[in-house]
């Protein structure tokens, strides 16, 4: 089983449209997680951690389940500016990052 | 955050010699990665390179194909040994920043292998 799994898409939708991916990972003593934006040809940047209360910034919210060990990141109002992959991480111990294969977006006009 | 950089941004190499890739930081970290993302593919931990210490290598990779070198707080090499056309990948440094484990990355130096 992998660390991190993810729906590797690609999510099509409109612009104005309200769209969430869901990333499961297999340690449960996972303590640190991230969702990672990347665009063609350009390195991850980090686009939000993800805390057990879960958080938002503007548009976007990530939630994370303990229990059922999966983290989502819904984004709000998609802009066409949105169109990326989106990589979930997960940082389980000192050192280790799992990241997943990536959930791809379109969003179109 | 921090500002990253890496030389060379691309290369294209012939099977059996070896690239050291560079990888640049604007401010002083202690913990510092590499990356490989093969095309299509997710990133993959190749090691961790502590400024001063070994690096430490994930199953799968090892030292005598990918050496690392982490001279100061700032800068650190990765050379991929004796290519071949499956070491063509990007590959990314990237960097602890602050009190989180939150991840910076370079650009990336895209390798290919002929």
């Known amino acids: 089983r992998k660390e991190v799994e993810q729906d590797p898409g690609p999510f099509n939708v409109p612009e104005g449209a309200t769209v969430a991916f869901n990333c499961t990972y297999s340690?449960?003593?996972?303590?640190?997680f991230f969702w990672y934006r990347q665009d063609c040809r350009k390195e991850p940047k980090l686009l939000m951690s993800?805390?057990?209360s879960g958080n938002e910034d503007g548009r976007f919210t990530a939630q994370l389940n303990r229990a059922s060990q999966y983290i989502s990141l819904l984004i709000r109002d998609s802009k066409l500016s949105d169109s990326a992959t989106y990589l979930c991480v997960v940082n389980p111990n000192f050192n280790k990052f799992y990241f997943g294969s990536g959930t791809k977006l379109n969003v179109k006009p | 955050s921090a500002v990253i950089s890496q030389k060379p941004s691309r290369d294209i190499c012939q099977r059996g010699t070896s690239l050291t890739i560079q990888c640049q930081v604007d401010?002083?970290?202690?913990?510092m990665f590499w990356y490989r993302q093969q095309p299509g593919q997710s990133l993959t931990l190749i090691a961790t390179?502590?400024?001063?210490?070994?690096?430490?290598?994930e199953s799968g990779f090892v030292i005598d194909k990918f050496p690392i070198s982490r001279p100061n707080l700032t800068f650190s090499t990765l050379t991929v040994s004796n290519m071949s056309p499956e070491d063509s990948s990007i590959y990314l440094c990237?960097?602890?920043?602050?009190?989180?484990?939150?991840?910076?990355f370079g650009p990336g130096t895209r390798l290919t292998v002929t």
């Open positions: 340690n449960s003593a996972s303590q640190s």
């Open positions: 390179a502590n400024q001063g210490s070994e690096a430490t290598y």
């Open positions: 993800v805390y057990s």
């Open positions: 401010s002083q970290v202690t913990m």
């Open positions: 990237s960097v602890e920043v602050g009190t989180g484990v939150e991840q910076y």
